[in-house]
C-alpha cells in the first residue's frame, strides 16, 4: 500500500512543482492529521501538519508521555488534544486547502507530509496558526526545516502570552 501511495504522491509533486496542491478536507483525525480528496480525485488520502504536533487524542501511551510536562498530567494533555481537533475541524473541515509537501514525501505511516495553506495566496498556515494557539508546539525533523524560524516565533508568542496548553506547562 505504502508503494502504490509513493507512485501516486511522486508524480503530482513533479507535475505540481513548487506550486500549491489542493484538497479538499473531509475529515479530521486529530490536530495535526486530517483526510483530504485531491482536485480531480475520489480517494482521500491522509495529511499530517509538518514542522507541529498537537497533544495527544488517541494514542494513550504517547498521552502519558507527555503529561508529565503539564499540570493537571493526563486531563491535560487529552484536554487540549481534543481542543486542537476541534480547532482544525472549525477551520478546514469541508474545506479546500492547500498543500505544500515537504522534502520528505511522507511518514513512516504512509501519510503526506505537508505545510497546509488555508489559502493560495500563502497568507494562513494551519500548522503556524495551531502554534499560535498554544495547540500545537514545533516539532522539527530535519532537512524538513522549511518554516522553522515562522514557527519558532509562533511558540515563542504563545508560550509568553501563556496561550492554549502553555498556561499548563511544567517547565517555566
Not at 28 to 46: E, M, P, S, Y
Not at 74 to 86: C, M, W
Request: proline share 3%.
Amino acid at each position: 500500500m505504502r508503494r502504490l501511495l509513493g507512485l501516486i504522491f511522486i508524480p503530482l509533486l513533479f507535475i505540481f512543482g513548487g506550486e500549491l496542491i489542493p484538497c479538499k478536507v473531509v475529515r479530521v483525525i486529530d490536530g495535526d492529521t486530517f483526510k483530504c480528496v485531491l482536485k480531480g480525485k475520489n480517494r482521500a488520502i491522509k495529511v499530517r501538519l509538518m514542522g507541529i504536533d498537537t497533544l495527544e487524542t488517541h494514542n494513550r501511551r504517547k498521552g502519558i508521555k507527555q503529561a508529565k510536562w503539564f499540570i493537571g498530567g493526563l486531563d491535560t494533555v487529552l484536554s487540549f488534544g481534543k481542543e486542537a481537533k476541534r480547532y482544525a475541524e472549525k477551520r478546514v473541515k469541508g474545506k479546500t486547502v492547500y498543500l505544500e509537501p515537504s522534502v520528505k514525501n511522507k511518514d513512516p505511516h504512509g501519510r503526506m507530509l505537508a505545510f497546509v495553506w488555508l489559502d493560495e495566496d500563502r497568507d494562513e498556515m494551519l500548522n503556524e496558526l495551531l502554534v499560535k494557539e498554544g495547540l500545537a508546539f514545533v516539532y522539527i525533523i530535519p532537512p524538513q526545516v522549511k518554516y522553522l524560524k515562522r514557527l519558532g516565533e509562533a511558540q515563542e508568542e504563545a508560550y509568553e502570552e501563556r496561550k492554549g496548553f502553555w498556561e499548563f506547562f511544567k517547565g517555566r
